[in-house]
């Protein structure tokens, strides 16, 4: 094993034992080269003032090489900010200015030590990252029934993880902490658990109220007092986007330092808080009392990064950035945030209406994108066919019931127009 592996994992052992036992495989060999190309280029780059032979771009005329056609798209921004290659665990400023974002919005996170954030390509690479750092073969992943399917990708397939589901709602159709704290308890023998937390879920648009995130918390807290490792992740991709009374925090705070055997993990990104879905900015941040373990996990995080895309994209970076320090940024998502909520309104409000009959329900939904029906006597993939076919409207079918509506997509004036539609539509396949 490298010697600098070996030092990373001396500084987590003595740190917090628990954390070097949740590492994997690859998580306890990887590292972050000190001496290599990357290392002598920083180094040049602040002592070679004449000429500066070390790094793999191109300068002319003092500045980065590039194309006219190219630059002429971006001349709001310097070619310094937009060519060269962003440091491996991103733009310091941006990192910097995503964690005062994380303290402003997540108030629960003062007091609480937590490290710089660092950029991912969007969240599937933070959530990649993870599962490289903390996932061996026959790991148990603990999720809801109701999950984004790359999970399975990213956790199971990748790194031979096992998927252990739970219920979403319970029947009170609230969450079902209860059942995640049942699949929890059960790792006992394996000693240690990955929990992923998303919410606003996708794909039911449901965040937990104040009192179920306290029941969540509860269990986590319950099974690492059990002896239990609990890699505790939540997967913020679309925060902030919360219509009524939830949390409206991530529960990566109250995560945060709750048991030397809870390692807090939080993946966010710019992707749907930002709406810059193709700019594939994200961030993996992770929470402990020690400082020292805190620069160890992010050695092995850039690690990892280094291993696979080297360092994420530069000018989407410069975007957000430019985005974040802008005077008018917090009224600008207030506009954007205040159309979500009235689709999300207006769907509960049609849904509500009784203009449908008994031929669905629907999960209860109150954030996010998303919101889930539950068909009664047809199949999910035989209305999504027939929505297409006959109707040329687009939704998801998951499983035998189950059909996503993003209502993120759809104008409110027609969102009346969609669901009289998806209406007809299991009409068409209950009487065919």
């Not at 308890?185 to 009192?211: M, S």
Request: aromatic share 10%; net charge negative.
């Amino acid at each position: 094993m490298n010697l600098l592996a070996k030092q990373l994992n001396e500084t987590l052992q003595s740190e917090n034992a628990h954390i070097f036992d949740m590492l994997s495989g690859i998580g306890k060999a990887i590292y972050f080269p000190k001496v290599g190309i990357l290392s002598q280029s920083a180094e040049a780059a602040a002592k070679a003032k004449k000429y500066n032979a070390t790094i793999g771009i191109a300068t002319e005329g003092g500045q980065p090489m590039h194309l006219k056609s190219i630059q002429d798209t971006l001349s709001a921004y310097e070619p310094k900010d937009i060519y060269p290659y962003a440091p491996p665990a991103g733009k310091p400023e941006l990192r910097k200015l995503w964690r005062e974002k994380m303290l402003q919005e997540n108030p629960s996170l003062s007091g609480k030590s937590f490290g710089q954030p660092v950029v991912t390509n969007a969240l599937t690479h933070g959530l990649s990252i993870v599962a490289d750092l903390f996932a061996d073969v026959g790991d148990a992943v603990i999720i809801p029934d109701k999950n984004w399917e790359n999970y399975e990708l990213t956790f199971s397939v990748r790194r031979g993880a096992e998927m252990i589901e739970y219920p979403l709602y319970n029947e009170q159709n609230r969450f079902n902490s209860a059942g995640l704290r049942e699949k929890l308890l059960a790792q006992q023998g394996r000693g240690k658990a990955i929990v992923i937390l998303n919410f606003p879920n996708n794909p039911t648009g449901y965040t937990p109220t104040r009192q179920e995130g306290a029941e969540i918390v509860a269990a986590i807290q319950e099974a690492a007092e059990a002896g239990i490792n609990v890699v505790a992740v939540t997967d913020d991709a679309y925060f902030g986007l919360f219509f009524e009374d939830s949390l409206h925090e991530s529960l990566f705070g109250q995560l945060a330092d709750l048991h030397p055997r809870v390692l807090a993990i939080k993946v966010d990104g710019a992707t749907k808080e930002e709406y810059v879905w193709g700019f594939r900015v994200g961030f993996i941040t992770y929470a402990s009392p020690s400082e020292e373990a805190l620069k160890a996990l992010e050695a092995k995080t850039l690690g990892i990064i280094r291993a696979t895309i080297s360092s994420g994209p530069h000018p989407s970076q410069t975007f957000i950035l430019r985005a974040l320090q802008a005077p008018d940024f917090d009224e600008q998502r207030r506009v954007k945030f205040d159309i979500m909520k009235r689709r999300a309104n207006r769907v509960k409000d049609l849904l509500d209406s009784g203009r449908y009959g008994e031929v669905w329900e629907y999960y209860p939904f109150n954030s996010g994108y998303f919101m889930c029906l539950k068909l009664k006597g047809v199949s999910a993939e035989a209305v999504r066919t027939r929505l297409l076919d006959a109707y040329g409207v687009g939704t998801i079918a998951l499983g035998e019931t189950d059909l996503r509506v993003a209502f993120s997509c759809i104008e409110e004036l027609h969102l009346e127009e969609l669901f009289d539609t998806i209406h007809q539509a299991v009409q068409d396949v209950a009487q065919a």
